[in-house]
């Protein structure tokens, strides 16, 4: 039974500062060696010239074209948040955040609230019902969560409460004519009416007022999405498949398409995570799975951060995983999302290296992996959605087409 | 006037056997000359992560998508056995086989009887008509053969009576629930039980008999599919196109898009198919024809057994039929209408070599012709369907568009 292992460094892709990339910079022995025993190429994951967001992207690597399946992120982080969804729920993404007297967001973040503390309100805001419509809050990593509105007659076609910088907290508005609409976009602002009433009563943030910190008196909504749900990857591709991720986002992508998401301790989505830890989970989940999807958030943070050195140093940390699972022998294939150059501390349309190594794979001419070697692979150029068809010929299930 | 000889090796393309594919193990200076003096690419020929029949990858590679001109194999064959087909025939592929008293399949083959024997039954299966249907017979090379329906009211959806592995004879069943499609089940089954009836009273079945031989005393049907006129390569490309191969279903596809198909003595479609004479067979053609496609088997057969050293071989023997068509002065663009590597034994997603060289071929960097080094070449990566084009502009009958 062939194996497959996508590994999806996030945000991967770069320009070089100084003549050099990250890739390009940094050491990592492992990674090449694969790359001089496997094949190379460069991919478009949404086509040329558009910037792939982290959610559609991994939709379309993971083989589901995100014109018909994205309709928004809130699905994804509430889904990655652990909210089980039922058709038709409204889920969006949320932040914790401080607003002052006069409604004024004055920290998006309340000052980065540790997760352990962030996790405290959750019980303040749960059991509301508003007009019928259940909300149900989830915090998932510091700051961040995700609600779900479960109810008649209520749309996702609303907009965000979240000012996306400090100033006054938005109202959110109906994006069309419905009733529906208008009355979702009434819940959400007496949801946040609510939520703002009894933050400010809570005993951690009277604590947190004394002792200067930020307090989390705000619940900030955007990313307003319906779930439908979407065939399984099982049902639409034949292929029993695993996650090992930290960040709420990619696990919440694999619920969505009926991925076994596994629980690894240590994997924090940050560049603290814990990369053995993940390593080995993905060699267990080899076991009882065809496809094991790993994913790795830091190189994407610290691009964002514009940190070259972190990015780099981050890439030689990835490295020395690889042995782990080159031993297993399952095929692996490692790439990116889409690029997040330092220079830019951005998404861009930079397209992303990928190597393909393992037993069906034909050797090419690159021996080093990164954006310039990666270019002259044997692979050539391919579109994002050519992944999941690469994947499914490795695995030894590629169909013939006549006879 | 130019010219465009189109050399289609069957399952060239393969992956490495201790570090090498049979191209890259073969001696091939000729071939080499044409890579060093022209343009390589690499080529999907049905597009990523499909696996190619071989009747459909020539339809594609001909220029004739097979997502609309293929509906099953059986007209192929039929037309390549040399049966004149009629809109609304429904053809199907056979073999004769042979069953033991209680209709159990004992070998699908009947011993791979010799063309020149099996040759003696058509007699005994001719002039059959059933319920008005006019059942058609002919036999090709060894065992295997064609039947064709003509009458009113038959249809192509009715399953195999082959098992495809020893074990009792199946019945044709309707795949759907229209009359047609019974009735036509019916009529198979019929000829079934009569072709076992007569083919038991023949005279050389009686003397294999005795000889301890195993009779051929049963047709095994398979791949119906139903005749529906293509428009010829002519008024679709306007170009006159003759083909040079040795198996049936090459010279099939070449009649349905009304290529000349020539009759060359000693090409046999297997490894001791002469070479030379289908090399002349071409050159001759070039006189009287725009482009012509010469089809060579035998690559594929080596990569299906597993044979590493015969498929080396055989790149080997056409490397020295190449001078001679080089020296015609046509454009020559060799490749491969799938994948066979010999450590699969089947056809693969792999994509194939491919070489263009002639005056209009731009030449590039590549000095040899194999997997690995074409993957670097000034062609890229093509698809299947992008080959015509090619060989449209190579011939100066390329389309400008706009002024």
Redesign the interface.
Known sequence: MEKVVLIICDGLGDIPVKGKTPLQAARKPHIDALARDGECGLMHVLGTGVIPGSDTAHLQLLGYEPFLYYNGRGVFEALGAGIKLREGDVALRCNLGTVDKRMKVIDRRAGRIRTEEAARFGKSLGNITIDGVRVIFRQSVEHRGAIVLRGEDISPNITATDPHKTGPILRAMPLDKTNEAKRTARIINEFTRLSHKRLSAHPLNIKRKKEGKPVANIVLTRGASIFEKAPPMRKLYGISAACVAGGALYKGVARYIGMDVLDVKGATGTKDTDLVAKAKAAKKALRTHDFVFLHIKATDSLGHDGDFKGKTKMIEKIDKIIPLIRKTGAHIILTADHSTPVVLKRHSVHPVPILAYGK??????VSKFDERECA???M???KGR?L???I??LLGK??????
Chains 1, 2 share one sequence.
């Open positions: 069906f794979v034909r050797p090419d001419r002259t692979g044997g050539g150029h391919i050519e999941m068809p690469l499914i010929s590629a169909r013939m087409f006549g006879s």
